[in-house]
């Protein structure tokens, strides 16, 4: 499946061919999007749209301050780790405060500077609220940073940024968070009840979630309470940061609630800015880079609507449904590391997205008590408010397999020797099949 998915048979079969004749790409629903809240203090910049040679793994148009040249962006992209450099994905209409996502800088053991990257901060907080400032947030821990400072990567020495503040988020890497995601499918599939929840504990996965949603909630906080600007990275910025700007739009921008916008804000964040789907989904040839990143997001937002349920217009059958297709390879939007990759291997005119399915299904997905609200949510991320997913998670358990009704017993009263009467039940023979996994059933 993973090098001959059946997203590619679907168009070119005899019976759809002359059906459907979608064409879809993602740039066009990125750019639609940035023109719904962009003022002219910034600009749309074409300058990776030449073979996608500034950053192979990012979209031909990024967003930058208005008065910063192509030039400049060249040499900030030397200066970003696999030339991913900051760009613009939200902005507040009212304040013009600001988000931004990047990779991290190649600052390397001795402290290397760029001025220009500099320099394209400085103009970004210059559009921004007087005195607002501006935060940079990374993902990683101090001792992750120092890590990849020896591999020649690191942080922002934020004495040379004016006006800038580093915030460390400690959320931890693929690698964990695929032991992790591991770890519970083995418990899960466990036909052993003892110590259940202390073996969850063990697991990690809900403290994992706890500090995503602590870290995207201290930066919705800052953009909305604060009124200042953000940046937000990770290592190379398509793990943690898409977890870390999708959630932060969730939280303060009402749009994304809805089942169009939650589309959109994955064209976006996940598909256009380069989430490495091809090999997070475990392929074969890139075993360790195999990690469940887009699910656990997926996790996290399952989470945001458990708690405001009434502010999304979607239920988590929708967030199930995407789920079921991260790996069924029937659609187009999950193939590929990148646009690019998309382009090259022409998924944009020989397969469908998800999201004419999702349309198809709409009705299937509409939160009946749906209350739209422009509020910021301010999430609860204790684990003691967290729970785990159990319509993922448990979805094939035997556990939820219903008790059996009065219907399905038969029930015969018996009179024994000694006069007494005793009432013995006995299973009728149903027709109902219910699949378990393999393990259960030796």
């Known amino acids: 499946i993973a090098d001959n998915p059946p997203a590619f048979n679907f168009l070119s079969s005899d019976l759809h061919k002359d059906t459907y004749s979608v064409r879809w790409d993602v740039n066009s629903v990125v750019l639609k999007d940035m023109q719904r809240f962009m003022s002219d203090k910034w600009r749309t910049c074409a300058i990776n749209s030449q073979d996608y040679g500034l950053c192979p793994s990012y979209p031909p148009l990024v967003f930058i301050p208005a008065e910063v040249p192509d030039p400049l962006m060249e040499e900030v992209a030397k200066f970003r780790s696999k030339g991913r450099i900051p760009s613009l994905v939200w902005m507040d209409k009212k304040n013009d405060n600001f988000l931004m996502r990047s990779a991290q800088p190649l600052t390397g053991p001795s402290g290397k500077h760029c001025k220009d990257d500099e320099r394209l901060l400085e103009i970004a907080m210059t559009t921004g609220p007087v005195g607002g400032g501006m935060t940079i947030f990374d993902a990683r821990s101090f001792a992750a940073v120092q890590g990849n400072k020896i591999m020649g990567k690191g942080t922002e020495d934020v004495s040379r940024y004016m006006g800038c503040k580093l915030v460390y988020l400690d959320i931890p890497n693929i690698h964990a968070v695929r032991d992790s995601y591991d770890n519970v499918r083995t418990l899960v599939l466990s036909s052993s009840n003892s110590k259940w929840l202390s073996n969850l504990e063990n697991t990690q996965w809900l403290n994992y979630i706890s500090l995503i949603l602590k870290g995207s909630l201290l930066i919705a906080q800052y953009l909305k309470l604060q009124d200042g600007s953000a940046l937000v990275h990770c290592s190379d910025g398509w ?57 656990q997001f997926l996790d996290c937002v399952h989470q945001l609507i458990h708690q405001y349920s009434s502010t999304f217009e979607y239920t988590q059958s929708l967030l199930l449904c995407i789920c079921e297709h991260i790996n069924t390879a029937w659609f187009g939007t999950f193939l590929c590391n990148c646009d690019k990759e998309r382009l090259d291997k022409k998924v944009f005119h020989q397969t469908l997205p998800l999201s004419v399915h999702i349309n198809a299904m709409r009705e299937s997905f509409i939160n009946v008590n749906y209350k739209g609200t422009s509020e910021i949510l301010t999430p609860s991320w204790s684990v003691r408010r967290l729970r785990l997913w159990e319509e993922y998670f448990l979805a094939w358990d035997g556990t939820s397999i219903p008790p059996l009704t009065p219907v399905e017993m038969e029930v015969n009263i018996t009179e024994g020797q000694d006069g007494n009467t005793a009432v013995v039940t006995e299973q009728k023979e149903g027709d109902t099949v219910v699949w378990m996994a393999d393990e259960k059933t030796k």
């Not at 064209?267 to 475990?282: C, I, N, Q, S, V």
């Open 239 to 295: 793990d943690r940061t898409a977890q870390l700007t999708s959630l932060t739009q969730l939280m303060i921008d009402s749009y994304y609630r809805t089942i169009d916008g939650f589309m959109v804000l994955i064209a976006k964040e996940w598909l256009a800015y380069g989430h490495k789907f091809h090999d997070r989904l475990g392929h074969p040839l890139h075993p360790n880079e195999r990690s469940p990143i887009f699910m």
